[in-house]
């Protein structure tokens, strides 16, 4: 029996009537989000992948977890997924998409787009390791504006220069907040150093304020909020 594409009318293997050609155009046979999210530790640096925490290549960790994103129509016996990464900034990664579709009578292509967002968390294993422990929060924040997401990312290098010659230090968490970031570091002494280098190199004002946290050998411990205030023209 000879098969006709109903919409362009190529002769050939069809699927619901339509050509490897044509199908993806007028069905979509797979579904993904337009923005995904991806967690990766900032202690050991393992993905949060669909099936755990991973040590893996980002490339590798953006396929399984778009693999178990994407939504495949039911007739589909098999989905490969090539993927063209496009790394914008330091938390978000661009992915152009091409799924390979089997099905019963043809082989389909569709293409995608996607956004990845990459979260720095604490795995649950390093967590238990450091407790969460922290000494102090440095938190950035700009005047009349949000924090700029090259600011953030010139902060966060400076972080990451700061653990690379002082291993014990580490980041115990991580947010970004009212269009600012907090970072909660282990160490009292690094968190200040952080926020007057930010200060040198940004622009800006310092003000820290301690809260009383507990006593630990006779002593009252600390814990101190590094507030640093960006100008409301980025530098
Ligand atoms: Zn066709
Ligand atoms: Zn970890």
Redesign the pocket.
């Known amino acids: 029996m000879r098969s006709f594409c109903v919409e362009c009318g190529t002769e050939g293997p069809v699927h619901g009537g339509l050509c490897a050609n044509c199908l993806p155009q007028k069905r979509s046979l797979v579904d993904l989000p337009s923005v995904l999210e991806l967690e990766r530790?900032v202690?050991?640096?393992?993905f949060h992948v669909p099936r755990g925490?991973a040590e893996t290549e980002l490339e590798d960790a953006l396929r399984q977890t778009v693999a178990k994103a994407a939504a495949v129509s039911r007739d589909v016996r098999d989905h490969q997924v090539l993927l063209h990464m496009d790394l914008r900034h330091s938390d978000e990664v661009g992915l152009r998409l091409s799924h390979r579709l089997v099905l019963p009578e043809l082989v389909a292509e569709q293409v995608s787009e996607a956004r990845v967002r990459l979260k720095r968390t604490?795995?649950p294993?390093?967590a238990r390791q450091h407790g969460q422990y922290y000494e102090a929060i440095l938190q950035v924040r700009a005047f009349d504006r949000p924090v700029a997401e090259e600011e953030m990312e010139t902060i966060r290098g400076f972080v990451e220069e700061r653990m690379r010659g002082e291993p014990r230090l580490f980041v115990a968490k991580e947010e970004t907040m009212h269009g600012g970031l907090d970072i909660y570091l282990s160490s009292n002494r690094a968190a200040k150093a952080l926020a007057q280098r930010i200060k040198a190199h940004l622009g800006g004002k310092v003000s820290s304020s301690p809260k009383l946290h507990g006593r630990r050998g006779g002593h009252d411990v600390y814990r101190v909020t590094y507030a640093v205030r960006l100008p409301a023209e980025a530098a």
């Open positions: 530790c202690h050991c640096g393992r925490w604490t795995c294993d390093c």
